[in-house]
């Protein structure tokens, strides 16, 4: 298997790309290709004592994407970034998966560009996974579709339902829509239509639909996926973001106040390093864009070389898991006809 890796995308590019896709090679023993200016790459390799690692193959790009690109012009523009570069390995089958830190809009871009959505699919959709009450919910979509229709909401149910159950070993993933409350009649005509095709889908067994979820409840385990348009997702990730960030700058103010605060900390600083390790984003890698022919994955823009290696791991787990053919042979149930 080859995996392909985008060497100059990302914050801390091209140090923690380079370093987390040789050290992935390192630990999974699959190949990784990456992409990105030979001299720089093999520069970085060198100063971290991996050279010699095996399965690791330089594959030249002279230019890269910068954050503040165009997403829906940069890889026309741009032909020999990295990014595009590693998109048309990808659609030549040179690779199997794709990993980057880079712009995530014109990640979108590329993926559906070169790697095609599955036939059925009409959008594809990005869906990370978050801590919660009882383990990870999975929030689908986070912020590639603004607008949605009832059928994407629908399909994004089954993408991220079928993703928990196959890389996450989620059992029968419970599926709730993010709603401004729990009751049937809740929500704008976009939710209530979404709410129907859902309880419909359930109804018949294909999913395992809870019912609305409003947004306090997903970080308390309500479901194990949460559905919702991209712009909602998206605010729905940022607050808790940002509210877990709030809560340790205040648990560490009140822990730092006086003498006694700091040895009731030694105290319990076992369990403080156990929460911020709830949070910690790196184990998990980054986020799926789902419904995508081939799978890509989208790694934090500040990942380190740790988050990248752990990305790379989820793409090998994506390409094993046969969940690409499962969407396919499940796509009659995520379609709604005229």
């Known amino acids: 298997m080859r995996i392909i890796v985008d060497a100059m995308g990302g914050d801390n590019a091209p140090e923690s790309a380079v370093w987390g896709g040789a050290l992935a090679a390192k630990e999974y023993g699959e190949e990784v290709l990456l992409v990105g200016k030979p001299e720089v790459v093999a520069n970085v390799l060198k100063e971290k004592g991996l050279s010699d690692v095996k399965g690791i193959t330089i594959m030249p790009a002279n230019d890269l994407v910068d954050m503040h690109d165009d997403p829906a012009t940069v890889l026309r523009r741009k032909p020999d970034s990295s990014m595009a570069v590693a998109f048309k390995l990808l659609k030549a089958g040179e690779g199997d998966a794709l990993v980057s830190a880079g712009n995530t809009g014109a990640l979108l871009t590329g993926a559906t560009l070169y790697g095609g959505r599955i036939k059925g699919i009409r959008r594809g959709a990005l869906a990370p996974v978050m801590p919660c009450a009882n383990g990870q919910v999975m929030l689908c979509d986070a912020g590639a579709n603004t607008e949605c229709t009832a059928e994407m909401l629908l399909q994004f149910a089954f993408l991220a339902s079928l993703y928990a159950e196959k890389i996450n070993g989620v059992v029968k993933p419970r599926v709730g829509l993010v709603n401004n ?158």
Do not use: W
């Open 181 to 338: 409350g729990t009751e049937d009649t809740k929500g704008d005509p976009l939710r209530k239509e979404a709410y129907a095709l859902l309880k419909k889908a359930g109804d018949e067994g294909r999913l395992n639909f809870v019912g609305n979820v409003e947004g306090s409840m997903v970080p308390l385990g309500a479901c194990d996926v949460a559905v919702c348009d991209g712009f909602t997702g998206n605010v729905q990730l940022k607050t808790i973001e940002g509210v877990a960030k709030f809560m340790s700058k205040e648990i560490k103010g009140v822990f730092m106040a006086s003498v006694g605060t700091k040895l009731g900390y030694l105290l319990c600083k076992k369990g403080m390093d156990d929460f911020r390790e709830v949070f910690n984003q790196d184990k998990i890698g980054g986020a799926p864009f789902l419904g995508i022919a081939k799978p890509v994955i989208k790694a934090h823009g500040s990942s380190n070389e740790i988050a990248v290696m752990n990305a790379v791991r989820q793409a090998i787990a994506y390409t094993k898991s046969g969940m690409i053919d499962a969407v396919k042979e499940n796509i009659q149930y995520m379609t709604v006809s005229e």
